[in-house]
DNA sequence: GCTGCCTGG
């Protein structure tokens, strides 16, 4: 035993290469390197957790010297000591996110005032499954356990320790830390990770960070990114010096169109078949936009090659996209069939997905990519507060990453559907940042909270539109989460602890207000998260019977939806559906039965439960009005105007919804459980698709309106219409019971 | 009479 660890001990020779950047280091970061706390340098010792090392450690560590950041790893230890930011530049294969990481842990002191515990290292990652994966990586490598020296923190999950010195962690979850640790004091370094995403967290992080690292010098921070950007990160970092590192991808040929194509979607199943007859052996990726898309060219696709005989092998064509169950997702995991007699021609797999495989989901053994050039983008028009989805071109910077993905295991192929002019005419060179293409209510509420008090001086790396910015301030006004001067209120405040949109915290921190907040918890826990796309019939959390049953089962399931229904409205129906699948105790067959999708209800039933931690900690009364009162249901729906006022509609004598004071024309979503045209709806969201829908709806009582929220219906500055008239009406009417109330007093 | 890319707290 003891030679054979002496043996491996050999192997281990960065300690010299540590050792010599140790003694460029300053004094009080040199000493300790892999010294023990009794000042003996012991190299067969994790310094980490004082344990001898595994074989298994030394066996990775080969690996890990063969990444081509190590051949960078002591430049790159020399700017960091040297600067207070560093960006670096790695595309895929180079090994940054989990070397980088511990690089500087090699590097740096991380004793703090606090004897107790060490200062951390953070790395941020888009993805609560990156975040995951990544420390469970990195502990193997440094032969710790995870949930110890490496740990990571996403939404419901902190594995972390007082012992943890790096921390894997998602953008949004460093961003929550920041509210209650303004200057990140438990951090030493943080690295921002995959930066070139660009996601509304990250891009919050860099303003935020820009601030912290002038009050914190003893703070530094690494921004990793894909090239394309990394000169403007650079200019935004004031000149921050720039790494490279390569990466290691094989090479990827790039095949244009002659023409440009009229229907890519045809285009895309020629190309398939094609790719089928005459190329070698290897999998196929087709990107497409959405759900039904994809379900029909895999249909298509098989159908083809069928009708081609045997001539060619099977294929296999798997959907992807991330509201498809999971156990259907790993089908793309699975390998390609095999040929149909023995000797024949061999089989291929085609994987045809969403922009899902573009970053989220890595698929070895690609080795054609076939990229139409468009997907599905969110877009945000801020003069009616509406985000939508649209078809639209991709970017050159996304093109790049699709085309890699053919290069993961050996030289692949990209078939990009469009010129080679339109390539480089047509395409933008980045997709726009998430900040730019999103309603910023939330954000905005964040950063006041974070103690950024002047948005429009605020540093953004791209600044949104004055009307967004304008926008979110007034919603979150006429809400009282902000005074008059776009001060926090004390409101406000408690609003931006809940993970939730502030319509729906205001909604729960003033349903006490109206004796109902258990139900309004459950309400608002079946609202957000994303169940509610996983269903074909409309909001509810249902299992999707989209395009894929007989009519028989879509009539079941219609009943089963009628049996849950409210007529009040599809957010009682909600309620009504949380209810029953508490009832039968979360039982999996009364689910199936019920056409109830559990997934979905038990991660509302996971929502619920941190709302309820939230509540407690403001001291915010959990109360339910008794069921058999009249006013049970009627409590429930005050609450939620409460906070959702700025989305009301109401029915115009020509029998046409208009959304109040925007007056713009919409219509009930065919999903709506009501059984009449209530004069006055909420509604959850505003979708606009053949025509511009409000989905999710409830009926609620113009009395109520002009009790609740007699701020925004300020008639003053309303818009002259009918729904103002009736207003007109209702502000009397209250006036004169005020009155007479007076009188018999 | 409809169906929506991805992701975060």
Redesign the pocket.
């Known amino acids: 035993m003891g030679t054979e660890r002496k043996r491996k001990v050999s192997l281990f020779d960065v300690v010299d290469d540590s050792a010599t950047i140790a003694g460029k280091l300053p004094k009080s970061n040199g000493g300790n390197l892999l010294t023990m706390n009794n000042g003996i340098t012991n190299l067969s010792i994790n310094r980490w957790n004082g344990r001898p090392y595994s074989p298994r450690f030394f066996e990775i560590l080969e690996k890990r010297k063969s990444l081509p950041v190590w051949q960078q790893k002591e430049e790159f230890l020399q700017v960091l000591n040297n600067n207070q930011t560093i960006i670096l530049v790695g595309e895929t294969g180079s090994g940054k996110t989990t070397q980088i990481p511990q690089f500087v842990l090699e590097a740096v002191e991380l004793e703090s005032p606090d004897k107790r515990r060490k200062m951390l290292i953070g790395c941020t990652q888009?993805?609560?499954?990156?975040?995951m994966s990544v420390s469970r990586r990195v502990a193997e490598e440094m032969d710790v356990t995870l949930g110890e020296e490496v740990g990571y923190?996403?939404?419901?999950e902190d594995c972390s320790n007082a012992r943890t010195v790096l921390k894997y962690?998602?953008?949004?979850?460093l961003?929550?830390e920041a509210m209650t640790d303004p200057l990140l004091e438990r951090y030493k370094v943080i690295i921002l990770d995959e930066a070139h995403e660009r996601?509304?967290?990250t891009d919050v992080l860099f303003g935020l960070l820009k601030e912290v690292l002038r009050n914190r010098p003893d703070l530094k921070l690494v921004v990793m990114s894909a090239t394309l950007e990394a000169e403007k990160f650079q200019d935004y970092f004031s000149g921050a010096p720039l790494m490279k590192v390569p990466g290691r991808l094989h090479p990827v040929e790039i095949f244009y169109t002659q023409d440009p194509e009229r229907d890519y979607l045809e285009a895309a199943i020629r190309t398939v078949v094609q790719i089928h007859m005459c190329e070698p052996p290897g999998d196929i990726l087709v990107f497409l936009?959405?759900?039904?898309?994809?379900e029909d060219a895999c249909r298509k696709i098989n159908k083809e090659v069928a009708n081609l005989g045997d001539q060619v092998g099977p294929v296999k064509a798997v959907p992807?996209?991330?509201?498809?169950p999971p156990t259907m997702q790993q089908k793309i995991f699975e390998t390609a069939p095999p040929p149909v007699k023995e000797g024949g021609p061999p089989g291929r797999k085609i994987v045809v997905s969403?922009?899902?495989a573009e970053t989220?989901?890595t698929i070895d053994g690609i080795v054609y990519v076939i990229d139409p050039g468009f997907?599905?983008?969110?877009v945000y028009n801020p003069r009616v507060r509406v985000?939508s989805?649209l078809v639209s071109p991709i970017s050159k910077a996304s093109a790049h990453q699709r085309a890699g993905r053919a290069g993961r295991t050996q030289p692949g192929k990209c078939f990009r559907l469009y010129t080679e002019k339109s390539f480089h005419n047509d395409l933008q060179p980045q997709t726009y940042p998430?900040i730019l293409r999103s309603n910023l209510a939330?954000t905005v509420l964040?950063l006041k909270k974070l103690g950024i008090d002047d948005l429009v001086h605020f540093d953004f790396m791209d600044p949104p539109a004055p009307e967004t910015l304008m926008r979110a301030l007034e919603v979150l006004n006429y809400l009282g989460a902000l005074d008059d001067e776009g001060n926090l209120t004390r409101l406000g405040e408690i609003m931006s602890e809940?993970?939730?949109?502030p319509q729906m915290g205001k909604m729960l921190v003033a349903s006490p207000e109206f004796n109902c907040s258990n139900e309004i918890l459950s309400i608002s826990a079946m609202l957000?998260?994303?169940h509610?796309?996983l269903s074909?019939?409309?909001?509810m959390p249902l299992v999707?019977m989209?395009?894929r049953v007989s009519k028989e089962a879509q009539k079941a399931a219609?009943e089963a939806k009628a049996r849950f229904g409210h007529i009040d409205g599809d957010h009682l129906t909600l309620l009504n559906v949380y209810h029953a699948y508490k009832q039968n105790q979360e039982d999996p067959n009364w689910c199936y039965e019920n056409f109830v999708n559990q997934r979905a209800l038990k991660s509302a039933d996971n929502v619920r439960q941190q709302l309820v931690r939230i509540m407690a900690r403001f001291n915010l009364k959990l109360c339910s009005t008794d069921f058999n009162s009249r006013d049970y249901y009627i409590n429930i729906r005050k609450a939620m105007l409460a906070g959702y006022f700025m989305q009301v509609a109401h029915l115009e004598k020509t029998g046409h919804y208009l959304t109040v004071k925007d007056n713009q024309v919409v219509h009930l979503?065919?999903?709506n459980c009501l059984d009449h045209k209530p004069e006055w709806v909420i509604y959850n969201?505003y979708?606009l698709?053949?025509?511009n829908?409000i989905?999710t709806v409830s009926d609620i009582r113009g009395e109520w309106i002009v009790d609740i929220a007699p701020h925004y219906y300020d008639l003053e500055n309303f818009p002259n219409c009918e729904a103002k008239r009736v207003l007109e009406r209702l502000y009397k009417k209250r006036e004169k019971d005020r009155e007479e109330g007076k009188n018999r007093k």
């Open positions: 888009p993805r609560r499954v990156a975040a923190s996403i939404r419901f962690l998602t953008d949004g979850m961003l929550r996601t509304l967290a936009t959405g759900e039904e898309e994809i992807l996209y991330s509201t498809l969403t922009n899902i989220s989901l997907a599905k983008q969110k985000e989805l998430e939330n964040t809940f993970p939730l949109d957000s998260g994303r509610q796309q074909s019939l409309g909001s999707g989209y395009h219609d979503h065919p999903s969201e979708v698709t053949s025509r829908f989905r």
